[in-house]
């Protein structure tokens, strides 16, 4: 049963402007959220994460929001650059469990 | 320059054959992790060890094995018994079980298995 969600499978932006996206998690347990980003053929590479306890954690460019009274967290980029076009994981963690829970991904285009 | 090495980047096998993959990190850390990954899938938990000689079964573990010998190496065989072989297989590692807010997951760059 997939407990992390990510219902937009892909988006397209324009260059400069902001891409949002979204993921929706169904366990309330979950300790830590964490945003990863794909290349085709590499293995994703860790971009943000935020505590349970926080609604806001922002680096640069990439800021995550959570909500938790909606069990909704979205990843924002501003502004949008065509170097960000990938396919961005949302991931989860429970601090008492094994591994981190993936969704399916969010393929983001952005267009000059 | 530390990272975790998987080879080969691509493979090729016929049905009803075994086949390991490799993977190798220098990172010095403790626990490591396949996954795999299949189109508008996401990321599956195959395999994870936590220590040196010791794994654990993940979500989709059948028809596949693994051993933990040393600590900078996690193979993973995909057995004849692996209904659905083909796809793109992810090696990941920890610095410690507790994987998240300040010891997110490393990957390698993945291999593709191909079996026809």
């Known amino acids: 049963d997939q407990q992390v969600k990510q219902n937009s499978p892909s988006l397209s932006v324009q260059e400069g402007r902001i891409s949002i996206l979204n993921c929706d998690y169904t366990n309330s347990m979950f300790d830590y959220f964490l945003w990863y980003k794909k290349y085709p053929a590499e293995g994703p590479t860790f971009l943000i994460s935020i505590s349970s306890i926080k609604d806001k954690n922002e680096d640069g460019r990439f800021t995550v929001f959570l909500n938790k009274s909606a069990k909704h967290l979205s990843l924002h980029i501003v502004p949008s650059q065509p170097g960000d076009s990938a396919v961005y994981f949302c991931a989860a963690w429970v601090d008492s469990g094994y591994a981190l829970n993936f969704g399916k991904g969010t393929s983001l285009l952005v267009t000059p | 320059d530390g990272g975790i090495t998987q080879s080969p980047k691509y493979l090729f096998r016929k049905e009803g054959q075994n086949v390991t993959l490799s993977c190798e990190q220098n990172?010095?850390?403790?626990?490591m992790y396949w996954y795999r990954q299949d189109p508008g899938q996401g990321l599956r938990l195959i395999y994870y060890?936590?220590?040196?000689?010791?794994?654990q079964k993940g979500d989709i573990a059948e028809g596949y094995s693994v051993s933990r010998e040393k600590k900078e190496s996690f193979p993973l065989t995909v057995t004849s018994a692996q209904k659905n072989p083909t796809a793109f297989y992810l090696c990941?590692?920890?610095?410690?079980?507790?994987?998240?807010?300040?010891?997110?997951?490393?990957f390698g760059n993945g291999t593709r298995l191909t079996v026809t």
């Open positions: 060890s936590q220590i040196v000689n010791d794994f």
């Open positions: 990172l010095n850390h403790d626990a």
């Open positions: 990941a590692s920890s610095p410690d079980d507790h994987t998240g807010y300040n010891s997110p997951l490393h």
